[in-house]
């Protein structure tokens, strides 16, 4: 296959400012050379490439959009989701682990965090030197987290957890999981460290979906943290879904990436495939397939483009990133099963990037709210009218 050039069928490029597009280039040229090669290995053994953190860091990948002074890289939005969606491009779980690093983790340390919190935390999260994770889900409340049954009870000067969390990514490699449970019945995050005694984190194993990332339940049992180890500012289920909204933020950029890198494939393919004496990509139904895909990821190109503005801008809203995460990871998930199709037999090889996309983008169509409850959040944002219950 021809090296990976981008797609942008509209000029958005002359959208971008210099530093936007060195972010996404450089980012870019990281993958191509650091990603591509390795990551078919891991899909297939079932591991994250432990190795890439420290040049994930380097790149000043984690918590990309927070403040220097706290040792991060402090982008832009837009540049933030230029980068999601190069790191997706080359595999959905190289991206979560930036999200759940940047958005889950280091986020609600600085959102809800203390000072001294903060100056601990965060720099040593954004070198990678150490690893987070983010426990919100249990096996029994997923898109509705706010029947959670986890629970803190205040013990002396400390906390002590009871409960089990489900499918969180990190959870087995992580130093630090910023974890909600009810305090007095209210939703409050605690930093609970490995090794702590009464927590463990099995992986979950099994998986046929970002296969390249791990998952994990995180079980605690009467787990006794410090006091200073509660988030003073967090309070309430509105507190981890404010960190969700940043990691959907990122998900709608890295959806991008992953068509992106599909369409590439079938393109490329359609050239070099004979049948019936000439290249598939000659076939009026083929073509139609490709057209599809570019018009589906210009448009997302273009709507991820104004979320970023807004962000930047400090006007957006909770349910614009709903549309946009919502609609780029149905968009990708289409194009990826689009691209499969067009690469026949090959289409279901790892010899090819697409069937991993495809099977990692259930998953990100899963994550961060189900394609289902974005749609009752848009559903009552429009009509003012709640449909969850
Ligand atoms: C690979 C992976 C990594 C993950 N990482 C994390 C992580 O790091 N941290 C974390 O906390 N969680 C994580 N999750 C969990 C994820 O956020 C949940 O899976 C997701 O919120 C959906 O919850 P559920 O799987 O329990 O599905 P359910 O909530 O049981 O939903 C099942 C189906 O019912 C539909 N449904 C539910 N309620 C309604 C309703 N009111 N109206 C209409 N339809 C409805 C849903 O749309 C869906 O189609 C991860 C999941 C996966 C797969």
């Given amino acids: 296959m021809n090296p990976f050039r981008g797609v942008d069928f509209y000029q958005a490029d002359d959208l971008l400012s210099d530093v936007e597009r060195m972010a996404r280039d450089t980012v870019r040229e990281w993958v191509g050379e650091r990603v591509v090669p390795v990551i078919d290995t891991h899909f297939e053994d079932g591991t994250f490439p432990m190795h890439l953190i420290p040049e994930m860091a380097e790149l000043g990948l984690f918590g990309a959009n927070l403040p220097e002074e706290y040792g991060c890289a402090g982008m832009n939005n837009v540049a933030y989701g230029l980068v999601m969606q190069e790191l997706e491009r080359g595999d959905s779980g190289i991206r979560s682990f930036a999200s759940v690093q940047g958005a889950l983790v280091m986020y609600p340390i600085y959102t809800f965090g203390t000072e001294e919190q903060k100056r601990h935390w965060l720099p040593l999260l954004a070198r990678g030197e150490k690893i987070g994770c983010f426990g919100l889900t249990e096996p029994d409340h997923g898109s509705d987290p706010g029947g959670m049954t986890t629970t803190a009870i205040r013990k002396g000067d400390r906390y002590v957890l009871n409960g089990t969390k489900s499918w969180i990514t990190n959870g087995t490699i992580a130093d630090v999981a910023v974890v909600w449970a009810k305090l007095d019945g209210q939703v409050t995050g605690f930093l609970v460290e490995n090794g702590t005694s009464g927590f463990t984190a099995p992986e979950i194993r099994h998986k046929m979906s970002l296969r390249a990332s791990i998952t994990s339940q995180l079980i605690f049992e009467d787990c006794a943290i410090p006091e200073e180890n509660l988030l003073p500012g ?12 940043q990691a959907r933020y990122g998900i709608a950029w890295g959806t991008i990436g992953a068509a ?25 139904l083929v073509q139609e397939k490709l057209v599809y895909m ?11 483009l104004r979320l970023g503005r807004l962000k ?23 194009v990826a099963r689009m691209a499969r199709d067009v690469l026949g037999a090959n289409g279901i090889s790892l010899e090819y990037p697409v069937i991993r996309h495809m099977c990692n983008l259930e998953a990100v169509k899963t994550y961060e709210g189900t394609h289902d409850i974005h749609t009752l959040i848009l559903g009552q944002s429009i009509t003012g009218q709640n449909a969850f219950r």
């Fill in 294 to 304: 570019l018009t589906e990821i210009t448009k997302a190109q273009l709507l991820a």
């Fill in 312 to 334: 930047d801008e400090n006007r957006i809203e909770h349910s614009q990133t709903s549309l946009a995460k919502r609609n780029n990871c149905a968009m990708a998930l289409e």
């Fill in 260 to 284: 992106m890198a599909c369409y590439h494939a079938a393109l490329e393919y359609s050239l070099e495939r004979i049948q019936f004496d000439r290249p598939i990509g000659g076939f009026q």
């Fill in 234 to 245: 967090s309070g309430g289920l509105a507190s981890p879904l404010r960190c969700l909204n």
